[in-house]
């Protein structure tokens, strides 16, 4: 058996090719949001809203009326965040009302919801604790349940399942101390010996590995005779020789969070272990996240809706300057931020959930475009919140409490909510692979035109392909039902925003055709405007889902007309934001930027850091990471 091999080094064009071969090519179903993204509004593959079946419904209602209770009398919010962990009895409450096997077939021993219910029960437990959301949301969405139900044989199934349905917590083992979102750099090893693999490496960042039983672990395996090699996914035991939990890692919100360093020395599993084949670890974490993305911005809306009672409580009870502080302007505005947007935050997730249960359409832009919006949007309606409260706002729950009043943890929110913003790809990173899925019709057609590496004849064959596209495609962004002003008159007052979507699609597909004609190959170098132009898709796509709630609300509840105001108020200040990054695109400080950033690492303004100290450490800023024994006690907790 050889030895481990040591971290890779790879070009950056190594590592694009890697991300490039692992994403999921093919679009054989149709995607709103890549169509919205090429200038095309589809409103008929999201209008009318679809609708779970009659027996889903039953199952996820009675569920979450026994959640609901689970959460009002076994969870303790306040205890978690002192205590700084969850209860075992907490974990153990869960598994007996089958929560841990939400997502799980029945005949597995699990509940078998939907992902409607799915997200909305994680949106319930979520608001009673944002670390039993994330024990549960780490468990099902990204840990062993889901690869094992898209990718895992039966006898994997039959094996597994039944355990992560009623006794066993898991977690996904990706990021290492000096590998995040490039993957291309793992240097966790997975060498082939006889039956089995043995596994060397340290991952950071273990959501639930710390109280883990079973372990989804992402290894490279090095190509021989018989292995085609590749990073590859495993099913590990989590109390396996050889592995040890080095340390619990400490943060500034999910303080419940049980999230560690995991070292594996010399960890034998099973080839039967193996998640497909060698090669496809990072194909199927990419494809666990297209719906298992969606339970963040589930949690988010749940943190908006709870921020909305709060807000809507506090600001009618304060008074200022002889009137309640909710009819101070500056206050108001805030308010209708967050009730707007709080409504346009669950009509996004609850859409997007029902189009992943339906299984009709490709979602993955729509459950990255969730992922982006609900966590950016929540975080901004958190920190209105705190601002609304004022200094009770910035007051720790505990202390309120003890001086006399009602315990809100609203600085615990804030706390609790700025790692959505990094968990399961990073705002940036959201971005960068939004954009490489818009484009995709682009590059396809036209991609070799601009690839160094192509030859002569390949290029004119790309361009005999992209004249034939773009002459079709190009006459489409000229006109289109936005400019009619009886389109979409099902929706009374709302029809004037979809027509506006309609028309800046066509807009949105336009400017980016006329930055991938100007920039070209160096499209890729362009992340902030590439930012820009999936944030106004994000926009577009939040108006839909506004929309077409309020007529689905409409028609089948008694809230029609206030649906339609919130979804028309959400609309116009979307409409807002837009405008500012259609002038953004094409007006900004990029360049200025890059030479600003050019100037810092250069050391060329290390003067305008006189006057301070810096109480850091001084340690390394990365970790070692060398594969080997531990050193460190275990301190994985076996929950009673």
């Known amino acids: 058996m050889s030895a481990p091999t040591q971290q890779p080094k790879v070009t950056e064009r190594e590592a694009r090719q890697v991300a490039e071969a692992a994403r999921e090519r093919d679009w054989r179903k149709p995607s709103f949001a890549k169509e919205l993204f090429l200038g095309r509004f589809r409103l008929d593959l999201v209008h009318p809203h679809p609708l779970p079946a009659a027996e889903d419904v039953r199952r996820g209602e009675a569920f ?6 689970f959460c009002e009398t076994r969870i303790d919010g306040a205890r978690i965040e002192r205590e700084a962990r969850i209860p075992d009895e907490t974990i153990a409450g869960l598994k007996e009302i089958g929560a841990l096997g939400m997502k799980i077939d029945p005949k597995y021993g699990g509940l078998g919801l939907t992902q409607l219910y799915y997200n909305r029960a994680l949106a319930l437990v979520g608001s009673a604790s944002p670390a039993v959301g994330a024990l549960l949301s780490a468990h099902q969405s990204i840990g062993v349940p889901q690869p094992l139900k898209l990718f895992g044989t039966q006898e994997q199934k039959d094996a597994f399942l039944p355990r992560l349905a009623r006794t066993d917590l898991s977690a996904f083992l990706l990021t290492e101390p000096d590998v995040g979102s490039d993957p291309a750099r793992l240097a ?23 109280v883990a039983d079973l372990l989804v672990v992402m290894a490279r395996v090095p190509a021989s005779e018989g292995h085609p090699g590749g990073i590859t996914a495993f099913v590990v035991e989590a109390d396996a020789p050889g592995i040890t939990v080095e340390h619990r890692n400490a943060f500034m919100g999910l303080r419940g969070l049980e999230n560690g360093v995991t070292r594996l020395h010399r960890v034998r599993v099973p080839a039967a272990h193996r998640i497909g084949p060698e090669g496809a670890g990072l194909k199927i974490a990419l494809t666990t996240l297209n719906t298992g993305r969606l339970s963040l911005p589930a949690a988010c809306a749940g943190a908006a809706k709870w921020c909305l009672k709060i807000a809507r409580e506090w600001s009618a009870e304060r008074e200022q300057w002889g009137r309640p502080v909710a009819r ?6 805030k308010i209708s931020f967050i009730a707007a947007t709080a409504f346009a935050l669950e009509a996004v997730v609850d859409l997007a959930s029902q189009l992943a249960d339906e299984d009709r359409n490709d979602i993955r832009i729509e459950a990255a ?18 601002q609304i409260r004022g200094g009770r706002g910035y007051e720790t729950a505990d202390s309120l409490a003890a001086r006399g009043e009602r315990a809100v943890p ?29 484009v995709d019709a682009h590059l396809s057609v036209a991609g070799d035109l601009i690839d160094p590496e192509k030859s002569l004849g390949d290029k004119a064959k790309a361009g005999a392909r992209a004249g034939g596209f773009y002459a079709r495609w190009l006459p489409g962004l000229v006109t289109g039902p936005g400019q009619l002003p009886g389109s979409y008159g099902e929706f009374g007052a709302l029809a004037v925003h979809l027509r506006y979507v309609e028309r800046t699609s066509r807009r949105l597909a336009r400017s980016t055709f006329y930055a991938m004609s100007r920039w070209q190959g160096r499209m890729e170098l362009k992340q902030a405007f590439l930012g820009r132009i999936v944030d106004i898709g994000a926009e577009l796509f939040a108006m839909s889902a506004a929309c077409v709630r309020a007529e689905l609300l409409r028609t089948t509840t008694d809230h029609g007309g206030e649906a339609r105001q919130l979804a028309d108020a959400f609309c116009r200040q979307a409409r807002l934001r837009i405008e500012d990054l259609f002038r953004s695109l094409w007006s900004n ?23 301070i100290v810096d109480p850091s450490d001084g340690g390394p800023w990365i970790a070692d990471a060398t594969p080997g024994p531990s050193t460190r006690q275990n301190v994985h907790r076996k929950l009673d």
């Open 64 to 69: 979450l009326a026994v959640l609901r209770e």
């Open 369 to 386: 475009l969730a992922k982006l919006y609900g966590s950016e949007k929540a975080w901004l309606i958190a920190d209105e919140l705190v």
């Open 188 to 210: 966790t090893t997975a060498v082939p010996d006889g039956d089995a693999y043995v596994l060397d490496g340290v991952k950071l960042w273990t959501t639930n590995g710390v």
């Open 589 to 611: 400080t990029d360049d200025l930027d890059r030479r600003i950033v050019d100037g810092v690492l250069a050391g060329h303004y290390v003067w305008l850091e006189a006057g």
């Open 328 to 333: 101070h302007e500056a206050v108001g505005t």
């Open 410 to 438: 609203a600085e615990q929110l804030l706390r609790d909510l700025r790692i959505n913003r990094i968990f399961e790809g990073s705002t940036e990173i959201m971005h960068l692979l939004i954009a490489r899925e818009a």
